[in-house]
């Protein structure tokens, strides 16, 4: 990225920063909270936005040869493909970090991000290019997941470790919250489209602009994370907790059990999120008459819940411990896998029972998973080994998920899906019941 190319270079963001801080003074706790959750809120904006239109657009737009069930699957394929890039981008941008600081890798992720998502919101149709289109979204959605890898900035295993003894599970729970918001933004500006628009309009031009909303949210994002790690007191931080990008290889050859059983200890909750979010709209899209725009709003409400289940989940796993909290809303998720197709094919209130049900219990285990991920490494490889288990974790748990749960409930029924929910479930008890070092903290605090 160079002066002429007309976007701001990672040193001069950094220096603008930099002055705004030296200025501002210290940042205190809420400063820091807030801009972990406008980062992570705009991952997870980003996220949203592809996985409503390759639910809404891409089979039409990508695939109409395909069918509309076809279509889908094939634009859930393309959806794991991030997944599958995460954690390359995870050793490409580790290295970056190592030799240019993690203000420079911050700048390159998530600028790559933003052009990725942008660019999605120019994709030709099938009409236009024929088979090009299906390999431009698959370029840009590799895009997309190496810079999901590059975007992992350390903050929450600095929150972890830095909070007080009986406050781990609160400051474990806010990075998750831009999980709900970023849902909630991105369904309601789809919602909005899809009820204002022809469906014509919409598939001609109007589902383009969620995406470029994306791209100005990539901006703000960017500031306000690079406002806090070129902060001296966070750089001081990490140093001094040795909060370092440690080598790939070496991160792998000391902590590889504990990267694969962490990769599994979250994974009912990982599986449980696109359960919530990606599936259930594809099906109601596919198998009922109900207007997409609807359904978005009911998944806006879930996501209400959802928040406020990760708040509580903060208070809960420093009450409880959070690997208790963990096997529970496991254990709850496998009870709801057998319930669950039920309330899905209910209708109107049984989609909303669903929803919220479904929401509070992922709001629950997902609020501790960025913690469980992180509380079992040694403190010289947790920034790396941390970074490539949240990429296992969510590669198994989430990437194939609607894939999976689609082509499995297409072909066999909802009862299907919600087996798919208890395998998740069963594994995260499996991890949790093999790596009991996963639930321990420091000075035997309750994690």
């Known amino acids: 990225m160079n002066a002429t190319s007309g976007a701001p270079s990672s040193e001069s963001l950094e220096r603008d920063a930099s002055h705004i801080n030296a200025r501002h003074g210290k940042i205190d706790a809420g400063e820091i909270a807030i801009g972990v959750i406008i980062g992570r809120t705009s991952e997870f904006f980003d996220f949203f936005v592809y996985a409503i239109a390759s639910v809404v657009v891409f089979p039409q737009l990508v695939f109409p040869y395909a069918g509309p069930l076809g279509g889908t699957l094939l634009s859930f394929a393309v959806f794991a493909v991030a997944f599958i890039a995460r954690p390359f981008g995870t050793a490409l941008f580790i290295a970056i970090d190592r030799r240019f600081g993690r203000g420079t890798k911050l700048t390159i992720a998530l600028f790559l991000m933003g052009i990725s998502t942008v660019c999605l919101g120019f994709l030709p149709s099938y009409a236009q290019v024929g088979h090009w289109a299906a390999v431009m979204l698959i370029v840009l959605r590799i895009g997309q997941g ?79 994370r690079l406002r806090i790690v070129v902060t001296p007191a966070f750089q001081a931080a990490f140093e001094t907790l040795e909060l370092q990008p440690t080598p790939v290889l070496q991160a792998i050859r000391e902590e590889g059990p504990k990267i694969v059983i962490g990769a599994f200890a979250p994974l009912a909750s990982f599986a449980m999120f696109h359960m919530v979010t990606v599936f259930p709209l594809s099906w109601v899209f ?14 806006l409400i879930g996501a209400v819940f959802g928040l406020v289940a990760i708040l509580a989940s903060g208070w809960l796993a420093d009450r409880y411990g959070r690997r208790a909290l963990l096997a529970v809303t496991a254990a709850g998720i496998a009870a709801f896998s057998g319930f669950a197709p039920q309330m899905l094919d209910g209708g109107p209130m049984g989609e909303l029972a669903y929803m919220i049900l479904g929401f509070v219990l992922l709001g629950l285990s997902f609020g501790q998973a960025s913690g469980a991920v992180a509380s079992s490494f040694s403190l010289t490889n947790r920034y790396t080994a941390s970074a490539l288990t949240s990429d296992l974790a969510w590669l198994f748990g989430a990437g194939f998920a609607p894939l999976a749960a689609l082509a499995l409930s297409g072909k066999f029924g909802l009862i299907a899906g919600g087996g798919y929910l208890l395998s998740g479930a069963v594994f995260t008890l499996l991890a949790l019941w093999l790596n009991r070092e996963l639930g321990q903290g420091r000075a035997g605090a309750k994690t």
């Open 286 to 299: 596919l198998y009922t008459e109900e207007a997409p725009s609807r359904f978005l709003i009911i998944e």
């Open 146 to 224: 190496v810079a999901l890898g590059g975007a992992w900035d350390g903050m929450a295993s600095l929150l972890a470790v830095s909070a007080p003894a009986n406050r781990r599970g609160w400051y474990a729970m806010v990075p998750q919250l831009g999980a709900p918001f970023g849902l909630i933004v991105a369904s309601a500006l789809f919602a909005y489209f899809l009820s204002k628009l022809s469906a014509a309009d919409f598939l001609d031009w109007g589902w383009r602009y969620p995406f470029f909303v994306a791209f100005a949210i990539n901006v703000v994002a960017l500031f306000a």
